[in-house]
């Protein structure tokens, strides 16, 4: 199969997960969209690896995973207090500091 | 940034002077400098415990720099013209690849005087503020304020190269800055400040633009290393960086058009107006020009230019003195058109350098007397300002009247004072120049003897118009005391005149030019003394010989000027002066108006498109994301765009 | 990175350079150690081991770094090489000099950190809902919160990689672990914990959202050289003309991750929230050690990697680096709270940093490392100061509450002043300096429009500096208005330390300077 679909399917799911941080408006789906948006890149990373032949993209997409569990610790904890604070996950609730 | 200049080519020997290292008595230049700097970090920062003693630790920290300055200028005079500058070099501020700049001060023939000028100036000023702001709360601040003044305008003159001048430069823009607000309770305080500072940035990118095309061109700002690389740059680079000085020196000097600072600067406390705004900063400009000799001997264009601004500031401010009641406005106004006068003379080349420092320190003698005089004034008038509300002070203070009167016989330009040497030598410079340079400059003769006549009229002669409960008194001896030193300045300054001195003496570095006279001295002189004596004579006539309203007569500005006319008992003379008063009005309504609005207009502008960027900032993340995701695909386009 | 060979079953040892990489793992250490404090030391004193240990383990880092910077001057260009960790981190000039910078100010914020007289910046236990009993429960017990220590020490840790990062691989995780401990920061405020966590989920949102671009462009370098590593991507760019599409929009979104950190226009919308959010210990050590390591980065990036492309990065850059000034000056002008007004002036400066950055030379290189210098310690200072004005609810950061503050307090609202003055580039402060250098830098490269837009921009910027300063000075006091707490020892030394910096690269850069320009070499 062409690895060119693999790269234009990542491509799609950068752009999906883009418009979800854009546009939905409960914080932990904001948050996995930016998941998605790394999944993607990892997507890519593979594919690349894949097309070049070598192993450092693969590696690389190993690596993406732990930061992004790393990320995944330290969201989760602000929202859950912005959740517990406000009573509520919606990232159009916080909009105290303006202007 | 400084380079021991004995290693100066020696073609350009014949026209720079050489630059001994310092030594002796020029090592301690920069004690002039440091010692009103001391005296205002100790008076800013001393707090409440200085209040006692500040304001002596002030004058003393003055009276040091003078007496540096003064023991300097006598070693100069001991030695051999061409002998007579010495270059201090503190330290490489910055040395990097082609960036070099050090800090170093240059004594030469054309600072001293200005040293001499400022120190000694300000020092009376310093004593008479000891008397005059007796009863401020805030004495000590004010007199940590006019020692940084002192420090930064010293440093201004002092600097070997134009960025150390550019420093002096800012520094005594903001203690002016600092000086004019300093009286808070003034309501105009505010715009006044803002404008001063709006125009005064004007022309500082005026300095920064012209110093930024030295780098380019030249590769230093060090002045003996410009000056000596002027002659090698094209035409063209040299008339911009001429012009580019020359906005600096407009705006620091209140030149047309960027003057109308000047007249709200009198917000300040009087003694301010007197060094600052007339003795020493507003004559910065004048001091730019005329360092820069060698830039503008090389520009036909720009010394034109400058000359031009000069004849038109000269009769502007002449004019608006005219219509000026406010007795420390016409002062001011007076101050616009004497600089005016200096700078025609800056204008004119090797002619009229020598001939601008020289009209510059007698102005700055019979105009800060002047100043000083109507604070004495204003002391016993309970602070009003209004001439209308004055009249026949003389008796009341004698001491005061005679000081003004012999500062005013001085401006005015009558033999032998101080004034009438030094303008008469710029209006025969200019006539020797160019015909209608000259005219202006008689013009304005003319009219000056006119307003001066009539602000001395009007507060010292005529009938009586004081608020009731105003008792006018003199002044206590320490503000009274400086008053007669500086009247001595107005009287006896034309001396300098005396075996061509102060033409020697800077010719050094400002160099000098025999006149080709047009015609001949004395029927110059004699018509310049018939121009004065008519205008002394329409004042007389028309305020001491007729009343003077108490009440400037209401009216708009335009269209009330012929009906409710501020000479409306001199019908007869009005359709004479009918032109002239609306040009008058019609300058004082364009610096009202006019400029306001340009510097309101230009600040709401900037406010508005900030306060509409502002609004983009609502407080969503999700539209923080949009314009980062916009941001990225603009980036990404751009990136894209450029290989196309 | 590691590369498999396919007959081969065993990985080779990596050669790791102990040495050469010794102030990263001690400040790792220190974190470690800090979390290790955290658990097993009883409360009371935790405060004073953790102090004692982050200072150690800073200093020891940065005596380190001096040493090393003393080795590299000695046989300066002679040994240009010096990649540690398998090629994976660059040693050279500029990283020691940003290493250096960031675990100075890393010192600074510790100090600034440790205030405790002022009642504390930090919630007790950031776990308690705000307004609740338990808060006030942890409130009345005096807690204090310590694992903040652990957590600036991680992030120092990362900032510390990412200007030295050879792989963009590396440069991601730094990104993370130099982030990730911030968010948590941000959200820490003892006063106003709504704004405090409002401000840590932009920031955390927002930033996530930014790191997937830059590794989404990582990626997309990658199809295109085959490797991350930045020596190989510039030998792909100056070797081949082909599939440009990859390098181009690639090198555009990782630079969206960058810009991002420096709070550069367009994607800067965190920048002011974050900082007035935060609390302000904090946002002093963010705004000056964040954007040091983020230029170093971009300064790797683009020099060593995309160095040949530049040409293709030019324009771009031009651009941001010409509305950063532009917006961030205008903006500031209506700004009405202290900590917006110093941020938005922030994004400003990040302009100013960036005409140094498209010099792409030597001397933009040196001009650049100079301006981070000088820029963070004012910026750190100027925050401190802001933390001590105060009244009985907290920091009082509106600007109508600072009329008149220097007539209470003249020597703190004075060196205020002379910070502000430093901002808006007044000579005899660094600030005229940096600016100087970055724009004569600019100038050599050809950049006279950009340092046109700077020149207006500062002019601008003066405006408001000088507002403040009027404000500060010559209006009247406001009645019961705030007033400049004393603080503890440590805040005054690290508002002193930022002072005397301010001052001393202003009448002295020389130095400096000088070691700015030797340190300007880069490993390509």
Same mark, same amino acid.
């Given at each position: 199969?062409?690895?060119?679909?693999?790269?234009?399917?990542?491509?799609?799911?950068?752009?999906?997960?883009?418009?979800?941080?854009?546009?939905?408006?409960?914080?932990?789906?904001?948050?996995?969209?930016?998941?998605?948006?790394?999944?993607?890149?990892?997507?890519?990373?593979?594919?690349?690896?894949?097309?070049?032949?070598?192993?450092?993209?693969?590696?690389?997409?190993?690596?993406?995973?732990?930061?992004?569990?790393?990320?995944?610790?330290?969201?989760?904890?602000?929202?859950?207090?912005?959740?517990?604070?406000?009573?509520?996950?919606?990232?159009?609730?916080?909009?105290?500091?303006?202007? | 940034?400084?380079?021991?200049?004995?290693?100066?080519?020696?073609?350009?020997?014949?026209?720079?002077?050489?630059?001994?290292?310092?030594?002796?008595?020029?090592?301690?230049?920069?004690?002039?400098?440091?010692?009103?700097?001391?005296?205002?970090?100790?008076?800013?920062?001393?707090?409440?415990?200085?209040?006692?003693?500040?304001?002596?630790?002030?004058?003393?920290?003055?009276?040091?720099?003078?007496?540096?300055?003064?023991?300097?200028?006598?070693?100069?005079?001991?030695?051999?013209?061409?002998?007579?500058?010495?270059?201090?070099?503190?330290?490489?501020?910055?040395?990097?690849?082609?960036?070099?700049?050090?800090?170093?001060?240059?004594?030469?023939?054309?600072?001293?005087?200005?040293?001499?000028?400022?120190?000694?100036?300000?020092?009376?000023?310093?004593?008479?503020?000891?008397?005059?702001?007796?009863?401020?709360?805030?004495?000590?601040?004010?007199?940590?304020?006019?020692?940084?003044?002192?420090?930064?305008?010293?440093?201004?003159?002092?600097?070997?190269?134009?960025?150390?001048?550019?420093?002096?430069?800012?520094?005594?823009?903001?203690?002016?800055?600092?000086?004019?607000?300093?009286?808070?309770?003034?309501?105009?305080?505010?715009?006044?400040?803002?404008?001063?500072?709006?125009?005064?940035?004007?022309?500082?990118?005026?300095?920064?633009?012209?110093?930024?095309?030295?780098?380019?061109?030249?590769?230093?700002?060090?002045?003996?290393?410009?000056?000596?690389?002027?002659?090698?740059?094209?035409?063209?680079?040299?008339?911009?960086?001429?012009?580019?000085?020359?906005?600096?020196?407009?705006?620091?000097?209140?030149?047309?058009?960027?003057?109308?600072?000047?007249?709200?600067?009198?917000?300040?406390?009087?003694?301010?107006?007197?060094?600052?705004?007339?003795?020493?900063?507003?004559?910065?400009?004048?001091?730019?020009?005329?360092?820069?000799?060698?830039?503008?001997?090389?520009?036909?264009?720009?010394?034109?230019?400058?000359?031009?601004?000069?004849?038109?500031?000269?009769?502007?401010?002449?004019?608006?003195?005219?219509?000026?009641?406010?007795?420390?406005?016409?002062?001011?106004?007076?101050?616009?058109?004497?600089?005016?006068?200096?700078?025609?003379?800056?204008?004119?080349?090797?002619?009229?350098?020598?001939?601008?420092?020289?009209?510059?320190?007698?102005?700055?003698?019979?105009?800060?007397?002047?100043?000083?005089?109507?604070?004495?004034?204003?002391?016993?008038?309970?602070?009003?300002?209004?001439?209308?509300?004055?009249?026949?002070?003389?008796?009341?203070?004698?001491?005061?009247?005679?000081?003004?009167?012999?500062?005013?016989?001085?401006?005015?330009?009558?033999?032998?004072?101080?004034?009438?040497?030094?303008?008469?030598?710029?209006?025969?410079?200019?006539?020797?120049?160019?015909?209608?340079?000259?005219?202006?400059?008689?013009?304005?003769?003319?009219?000056?003897?006119?307003?001066?006549?009539?602000?001395?009229?009007?507060?010292?002669?005529?009938?009586?118009?004081?608020?009731?409960?105003?008792?006018?008194?003199? @002044?206590?001896? /320490?503000?009274?005391?400086?008053?007669?030193? +500086?009247?001595?300045? #107005? %009287? $006896?300054?034309?001396? =300098?005149?005396?075996?061509?001195?102060?033409?020697?003496?800077?010719?050094?570095?400002?160099?000098?030019?025999?006149?080709?006279?047009?015609?001949?001295?004395?029927?110059?002189?004699?018509?310049?003394?018939?121009?004065?004596?008519?205008?002394?004579?329409?004042?007389?006539?028309?305020?001491?010989?007729?009343?003077?309203?108490?009440?400037?007569?209401?009216?708009?500005?335009?269209?009330?000027?012929?009906?409710?006319?501020?000479?409306?008992?001199?019908?007869?003379?009005?359709?004479?002066?009918?032109?002239?008063?609306?040009?008058?009005?019609?300058?004082?309504?364009?610096?009202?108006?006019?400029?306001?609005?340009?510097?309101?207009?230009?600040?709401?502008?900037?406010?508005?498109?900030?306060?509409?960027?502002?609004?983009?900032?609502?407080?969503?993340?999700? @539209?923080?994301? /949009?314009?980062?995701?916009?941001?990225?695909? +603009?980036?990404?386009? #751009? %990136? $894209?765009?450029?290989? =196309? | 990175?590691?590369?498999?060979?396919?007959?081969?079953?065993?990985?080779?040892?990596?050669?790791?350079?102990?040495?050469?990489?010794?102030?990263?793992?001690?400040?790792?250490?220190?974190?470690?150690?800090?979390?290790?404090?955290?658990?097993?030391?009883?409360?009371?004193?935790?405060?004073?081991?953790?102090?004692?240990?982050?200072?150690?383990?800073?200093?020891?880092?940065?005596?380190?770094?001096?040493?090393?910077?003393?080795?590299?001057?000695?046989?300066?260009?002679?040994?240009?090489?010096?990649?540690?960790?398998?090629?994976?981190?660059?040693?050279?000039?500029?990283?020691?000099?940003?290493?250096?910078?960031?675990?100075?100010?890393?010192?600074?914020?510790?100090?600034?950190?440790?205030?405790?007289?002022?009642?504390?910046?930090?919630?007790?236990?950031?776990?308690?809902?705000?307004?609740?009993?338990?808060?006030?429960?942890?409130?009345?017990?005096?807690?204090?919160?310590?694992?903040?220590?652990?957590?600036?020490?991680?992030?120092?840790?990362?900032?510390?990689?990412?200007?030295?990062?050879?792989?963009?691989?590396?440069?991601?995780?730094?990104?993370?672990?130099?982030?990730?401990?911030?968010?948590?920061?941000?959200?820490?405020?003892?006063?106003?914990?709504?704004?405090?966590?409002?401000?840590?989920?932009?920031?955390?949102?927002?930033?996530?959202?930014?790191?997937?671009?830059?590794?989404?462009?990582?990626?997309?370098?990658?199809?295109?050289?085959?490797?991350?590593?930045?020596?190989?991507?510039?030998?792909?760019?100056?070797?081949?003309?082909?599939?440009?599409?990859?390098?181009?929009?690639?090198?555009?979104?990782?630079?969206?991750?960058?810009?991002?950190?420096?709070?550069?226009?367009?994607?800067?919308?965190?920048?002011?929230?974050?900082?007035?959010?935060?609390?302000?210990?904090?946002?002093?050590?963010?705004?000056?050690?964040?954007?040091?390591?983020?230029?170093?980065?971009?300064?790797?990036?683009?020099?060593?990697?995309?160095?040949?492309?530049?040409?293709?990065?030019?324009?771009?850059?031009?651009?941001?680096?010409?509305?950063?000034?532009?917006?961030?000056?205008?903006?500031?002008?209506?700004?009405?709270?202290?900590?917006?007004?110093?941020?938005?002036?922030?994004?400003?400066?990040?302009?100013?940093?960036?005409?140094?950055?498209?010099?792409?030379?030597?001397?933009?290189?040196?001009?650049?490392?100079?301006?981070?210098?000088?820029?963070?310690?004012?910026?750190?200072?100027?925050?401190?100061?802001?933390?001590?004005?105060?009244?009985?609810?907290?920091?009082?950061?509106?600007?109508?509450?600072?009329?008149?503050?220097?007539?209470?307090?003249?020597?703190?609202?004075?060196?205020?002043?002379?910070?502000?003055?430093?901002?808006?580039?007044?000579?005899?402060?660094?600030?005229?300096?940096?600016?100087?250098?970055?724009?004569?830098?600019?100038?050599?490269?050809?950049?006279?429009?950009?340092?046109?837009?700077?020149?207006?921009?500062?002019?601008?910027?003066?405006?408001?500096?000088?507002?403040?300063?009027?404000?500060?000075?010559?209006?009247?006091?406001?009645?019961?208005?705030?007033?400049?707490?004393?603080?503890?020892?440590?805040?005054?030394?690290?508002?002193?330390?930022?002072?005397?910096?301010?001052?001393?690269?202003?009448?002295?850069?020389?130095?400096?300077?000088?070691?700015?320009?030797?340190?300007?070499?880069?490993?390509?």
């Amino acid at each position: 199969m062409n690895p060119a679909n693999y790269l234009y399917l990542s491509a799609l799911l950068f752009t999906i997960g883009a418009a979800g941080v854009l546009m939905r408006r409960n914080a932990i789906i904001v948050f996995m969209c930016v998941e998605l948006m790394l999944n993607a890149a990892n997507l890519t990373f593979v594919t690349f690896a894949r097309q070049h032949g070598n192993l450092e993209g693969q590696i690389i997409a190993l690596f993406v995973m732990v930061v992004a569990a790393a990320e995944v610790v330290v969201g989760l904890a602000i929202i859950v207090t912005m959740q517990r604070t406000r009573r509520s996950a919606s990232v159009d609730d916080a909009h105290l500091l303006k202007y | 940034m400084m380079i021991p200049t004995s290693e100066a080519p020696a073609g350009a020997a014949e026209q720079l002077q050489n630059i001994g290292e310092a030594t002796g008595v020029f090592n301690l230049t920069w004690l002039m400098i440091a010692l009103p700097l001391f005296g205002a970090l100790v008076l800013l920062c001393g707090g409440k415990r200085t209040d006692s003693w500040g304001h002596i630790l002030g004058c003393l920290t003055v009276l040091g720099s003078f007496l540096i300055g003064a023991i300097q200028f006598l070693t100069l005079l001991g030695k051999d013209a061409d002998e007579r500058a010495y270059n201090q070099h503190l330290y490489d501020w910055l040395d990097s690849g082609n960036l070099q700049l050090g800090v170093g001060f240059q004594v030469d023939q054309l600072s001293i005087c200005f040293v001499l000028l400022i120190t000694f100036v300000g020092f009376l000023i310093h004593l008479y503020s000891v008397e005059y702001m007796a009863h401020d709360l805030r004495r000590r601040r004010f007199f940590g304020y006019l020692n940084l003044f002192i420090s930064a305008m010293l440093l201004l003159v002092l600097a070997d190269s134009y960025l150390l001048l550019f420093v002096g430069w800012e520094g005594v823009g903001l203690a002016s800055y600092l000086l004019i607000g300093f009286w808070q309770h003034v309501p105009d305080y505010a715009t006044a400040a803002k404008k001063a500072f709006v125009m005064n940035r004007v022309g500082d990118i005026g300095l920064l633009v012209a110093m930024f095309f030295m780098f380019d061109q030249f590769g230093s700002l060090a002045f003996d290393e410009v000056f000596e690389a002027v002659p090698g740059a094209s035409d063209g680079w040299v008339t911009a960086i001429g012009l580019m000085l020359l906005l600096g020196a407009v705006g620091k000097s209140a030149q047309f058009p960027l003057q109308a600072w000047l007249l709200d600067a009198m917000a300040g406390p009087t003694p301010v107006s007197a060094l600052i705004h007339a003795a020493t900063m507003v004559t910065a400009g004048v001091y730019l020009i005329v360092r820069s000799a060698p830039i503008y001997n090389l520009s036909d264009t720009a010394q034109l230019v400058v000359a031009i601004v000069g004849a038109i500031t000269l009769v502007i401010g002449a004019l608006i003195g005219t219509a000026k009641d406010d007795i420390k406005k016409a002062l001011a106004a007076s101050t616009m058109s004497q600089i005016g006068y200096m700078v025609l003379a800056a204008g004119l080349g090797p002619a009229g350098y020598a001939f601008a420092i020289f009209h510059l320190l007698t102005h700055g003698f019979f105009k800060a007397g002047l100043f000083l005089s109507a604070g004495s004034v204003m002391h016993g008038m309970h602070d009003d300002t209004d001439m209308r509300r004055y009249g026949a002070l003389r008796a009341a203070m004698p001491i005061t009247y005679a000081c003004f009167g012999l500062g005013f016989l001085a401006i005015i330009g009558i033999p032998p004072f101080a004034g009438f040497w030094s303008k008469d030598k710029i209006i025969e410079a200019a006539f020797n120049d160019n015909i209608a340079l000259g005219l202006c400059a008689l013009i304005g003769a003319g009219i000056t003897a006119f307003y001066m006549s009539r602000v001395m009229i009007m507060t010292f002669f005529s009938d009586k118009r004081w608020d009731s409960g105003v008792h006018p008194h003199e @002044s206590p001896k /320490l503000m009274t005391l400086p008053l007669i030193v +500086l009247a001595g300045g #107005a %009287v $006896l300054g034309g001396g =300098l005149l005396i075996n061509d001195g102060i033409v020697t003496w800077l010719e050094p570095v400002v160099g000098h030019e025999e006149a080709h006279h047009r015609m001949p001295v004395w029927a110059l002189t004699a018509l310049t003394l018939f121009v004065i004596v008519v205008g002394v004579a329409a004042a007389l006539k028309m305020y001491q010989f007729s009343p003077v309203a108490r009440t400037q007569p209401q009216g708009g500005v335009l269209v009330h000027a012929a009906r409710h006319d501020l000479y409306q008992d001199t019908v007869n003379e009005a359709v004479l002066m009918r032109p002239g008063q609306w040009a008058t009005r019609f300058l004082v309504w364009l610096d009202h108006r006019g400029l306001d609005n340009l510097v309101n207009g230009l600040a709401a502008l900037l406010g508005g498109t900030a306060g509409r960027l502002r609004r983009v900032q609502a407080g969503f993340v999700r @539209s923080y994301a /949009l314009t980062m995701f916009g941001g990225a695909a +603009l980036t990404v386009l #751009a %990136v $894209l765009v450029v290989r =196309l | 990175m590691i590369r498999l060979a396919a007959s081969e079953t065993l990985i080779p040892a990596p050669n790791i350079e102990y040495y050469e990489l010794s102030p990263i793992l001690i400040v790792f250490g220190v974190g470690v150690l800090a979390v290790l404090v955290e658990a097993f030391l009883p409360r009371a004193h935790r405060l004073h081991a953790q102090l004692a240990l982050c200072l150690t383990g800073l200093v020891a880092a940065f005596v380190v770094v001096c040493t090393l910077t003393d080795e590299a001057q000695e046989n300066a260009r002679a040994v240009p090489q010096k990649v540690a960790a398998e090629g994976a981190v660059a040693i050279d000039g500029m990283t020691l000099f940003l290493q250096g910078t960031i675990l100075l100010l890393g010192v600074v914020a510790v100090l600034l950190l440790a205030e405790r007289r002022l009642g504390g910046e930090f919630a007790a236990s950031a776990a308690t809902v705000p307004g609740s009993a338990a808060e006030k429960e942890t409130t009345r017990l005096g807690w204090v919160q310590t694992e903040i220590y652990p957590l600036l020490m991680f992030s120092i840790g990362g900032m510390l990689i990412f200007p030295a990062a050879n792989d963009l691989l590396l440069m991601f995780v730094a990104l993370e672990v130099l982030s990730l401990p911030l968010y948590l920061l941000c959200g820490l405020a003892r006063r106003r914990r709504l704004l405090s966590q409002e401000a840590a989920l932009k920031y955390f949102l927002l930033g996530a959202f930014s790191s997937a671009f830059f590794l989404y462009g990582i990626a997309l370098l990658y199809g295109y050289a085959g490797s991350v590593r930045l020596s190989d991507i510039n030998a792909a760019v100056s070797g081949s003309e082909d599939n440009d599409a990859l390098l181009l929009i690639g090198m555009a979104l990782l630079a969206v991750g960058l810009l991002f950190k420096v709070g550069a226009v367009p994607f800067h919308a965190w920048t002011p929230d974050v900082y007035q959010g935060a609390p302000t210990p904090v946002t002093a050590f963010m705004a000056a050690a964040t954007k040091v390591a983020a230029f170093g980065a971009l300064l790797r990036v683009f020099y060593v990697g995309l160095g040949g492309a530049k040409w293709d990065w030019h324009p771009m850059f031009w651009g941001v680096a010409m509305v950063t000034m532009l917006f961030g000056s205008l903006v500031a002008l209506v700004q009405t709270d202290v900590k917006r007004m110093l941020a938005y002036s922030s994004i400003a400066h990040a302009g100013f940093i960036l005409v140094g950055l498209v010099a792409t030379n030597a001397e933009g290189l040196s001009a650049t490392m100079f301006y981070l210098l000088a820029y963070g310690f004012s910026t750190i200072a100027a925050f401190a100061i802001i933390s001590l004005v105060r009244d009985g609810s907290g920091e009082a950061t509106h600007l109508s509450q600072w009329a008149g503050l220097g007539r209470r307090s003249p020597v703190v609202a004075g060196m205020f002043a002379l910070l502000l003055l430093a901002f808006a580039g007044i000579p005899l402060t660094s600030g005229f300096t940096a600016k100087f250098a970055v724009f004569s830098a600019s100038a050599s490269a050809g950049g006279t429009p950009l340092i046109v837009v700077g020149v207006l921009s500062s002019t601008v910027a003066a405006f408001f500096y000088i507002r403040v300063i009027v404000l500060m000075f010559f209006s009247a006091p406001v009645t019961d208005g705030p007033r400049v707490a004393v603080p503890s020892l440590t805040t005054a030394l690290a508002v002193w330390i930022g002072v005397a910096v301010t001052v001393f690269l202003g009448v002295l850069p020389q130095p400096v300077l000088d070691l700015a320009d030797n340190a300007s070499f880069l490993i390509s």
